[in-house]
């Protein structure tokens, strides 16, 4: 019996684009996430980290992703960062559970900045988003702290 085979339409190209999106692992957000960086940031292709709580970890410092961020920084010689948190994640609920949902957001918000300002401070252009459902749409709003 022949093992299963799939031939993508995708090209493949020997280089890295220098961009780099971490954002939560949530699967009611993942599409919506995908398409928002292809459609609305023009970003075709790049390096993702995909993981529970998205870019939390960066202010938390949790060392085995931090090391794996540290590698694709260097390795792939990123220049720009997209940071994306969103509503309702499981993550910071579960993480933070005597927090009501306003100051969830917030403490999400906060640490959306907190990383965002760690690449800003490496010289890494870096832009932060949080995603949440709007009547029945997924919408991406950018967060900046202050300029």
């Known amino acids: 019996m022949r093992a299963e085979r799939f031939r993508s339409w995708a090209t493949w190209k020997d280089e890295f684009s220098g961009k780099l999106a971490i954002f939560c692992s949530d ?11 292809r459609r609305h940031l023009d970003i075709d292709r790049c390096d993702l980290m995909v993981v529970a709580g998205g870019p939390a970890f960066i202010p938390q410092s949790e060392t085995a992703l931090m090391e794996r961020l540290d590698l694709l920084l260097k390795a792939h010689e990123i220049k720009q960062v997209i940071l994306i948190a969103h509503d309702d994640c499981g993550y910071y609920k579960h993480r933070h559970r005597s927090l009501p949902p306003q100051m969830l957001k ?4 906060e640490d959306l900045l907190a990383a965002l300002k760690a690449f800003q401070a490496k010289g890494i252009q870096a832009k932060a988003f949080f995603a949440f459902v709007e009547s029945g749409d997924i919408v991406f709003e950018e967060v900046r702290g202050q300029e």
């Open 106 to 109: 917030e403490k999400q918000q």
């Open 27 to 37: 699967e009611r957000f993942v599409s919506a996430t995908l398409e928002f960086l």
